[in-house]
Nanobody, 128 residues
Framework: QVQLVESGGGLVQAGGSLRLSCAAS????????MGWFRQAPGKEREFVAA????????LHADSVKGRFTISRDNAKNTVYLQMNSLKREDTAVYYC?????????????????????WGLGTQVTVYS
């Protein structure tokens, strides 16, 4: 099973940018779709973005489309989330996750049950 460690969170002013990273170890990273989810206080964990195992296909939640971009570097076993034009409502703990099943298509809106491995999360706080 893949082990995941997120980094790059922090405190940022509204309108600013952050780049989250998620380093993977202990598995065949390049065979798995990867996802980013977030959870705000008192709310359920929600989908943010996903990227296919090849990196050729991506999905972004409507709430972040045009502002956030997911990418991956299979040579570095790392997935990224570039977050621009941050808003206060983006404040949450951000988690990366590895798909339950290797080498499959991504479509629709991935749910937490599609993912088997999770990191501990990194806090993003946006202030205005």
């Amino acid at each position: 099973q893949v082990q995941l460690v997120e980094s790059g969170g922090g405190l940022v002013q509204a309108g600013g940018s952050l780049r989250l990273s998620c380093a993977a170890s202990g598995g065949t990273f390049s065979s798995y779709n990867m996802g980013w989810f977030r959870q705000a206080p008192g709310k359920e964990r929600e989908f943010v973005a996903a990227i296919s195992w090849t990196g050729r296909s991506t999905l972004h939640a409507d709430s972040v489309k045009g502002r956030f971009t997911i990418s991956r570097d299979n040579a570095k076993n790392t997935v990224y989330l570039q977050m621009n034009s941050l808003k206060r409502e983006d404040t949450a703990v951000y988690y990366c996750a590895a798909d339950l099943v290797p080498v499959r298509l991504i479509s629709g809106t991935p749910s937490t049950s599609d993912y088997a491995s999770w990191g501990l999360g990194t806090q993003v706080t946006v202030y205005s």
